[in-house]
């Protein structure tokens, strides 16, 4: 069955550095997500990408953030220079018209 | 008023009972209605999809939308020690690609 694939499963970071979490959507679908939880919390919605742009954002999603599809399978998510606060797992997830189908995770610790 | 209303639970049950999941919402431009399971430190995994008022069955589950009183309902069949996880409500408005998600309620379906 097809599925959304993350890496990497866990990245720890030191405050202020950059990190890239990686995403292979399924492969027909158009529509790519970012999702955040930071534990014990609510599903937040990052952003969503179609047709190669940013087609919807959150308050969250700031200029620390970037999201990019640089080639036909990877959709990636950047954050900049990274705070305690970020500290989350975070979820892609793809879909093609109708149902949205989640990866497992990236988990996020900022020391 | 929150877009979103689900009881956080804990919601605890003995094995074999039949368990109800509900979640409430304002927003009367939503046109999509799902359910996801999440167990601890897992991505959300769709159990169901649904576009229209009534009830859609798969196996155990059965989905429940009244769209008239914004109300939608999982209902969980001969419940199991293995349904035990954090279920989520989603929404989504017709055109937009944005999925709203329910702060989950988490059951403990207990042997």
């Known amino acids: 069955e097809p599925e959304v694939t993350q890496t990497p499963s866990h990245q720890v970071t030191q405050m202020g550095q950059e990190v890239i979490l990686r995403c292979v959507p399924i492969s027909n679908h158009l529509y790519f997500y970012w999702y955040r939880q930071i534990l014990g919390q609510k599903v937040e919605f990052l952003v969503s990408?179609?047709?190669?742009?940013?087609?919807?954002k959150s308050e969250i999603f700031d200029d620390q953030f970037s999201v990019e599809r640089p080639d036909g399978s990877n959709f990636t998510l950047k954050i900049r220079s990274t705070k305690l606060e970020d500290s989350a797992m975070y979820f892609c997830?793809?879909?093609?018209?109708?149902?949205?189908?989640f990866g497992e995770g990236s988990r996020l610790t900022v020391l | 008023q929150k877009e979103v209303e689900q009881d956080p639970g804990p919601l605890s049950v003995p094995e074999g009972a039949i368990v109800s999941l509900n979640c409430t919402y304002s927003n009367s431009a939503f046109q999509y209605f799902m359910w996801y399971r999440q167990y601890s430190r897992k991505g959300p995994e769709l159990l169901m999809y649904t576009y229209s008022s009534g009830n859609k069955e798969d196996g155990r589950f059965t989905a429940q939308v009244d769209k008239s009183s914004k109300y939608i309902s999982l209902f969980i069949r001969d419940s199991q020690p293995s349904d035990s996880a954090t279920y989520l409500c989603a929404f989504r408005k017709y055109n937009f690609n944005k999925f709203y998600f329910g702060s989950g309620t988490k059951l403990n379906v207990k042997p």
């Open positions: 997830a793809s879909r093609d018209t109708g149902e949205l189908f």
């Open positions: 990408f179609y047709n190669n742009e940013i087609s919807e």
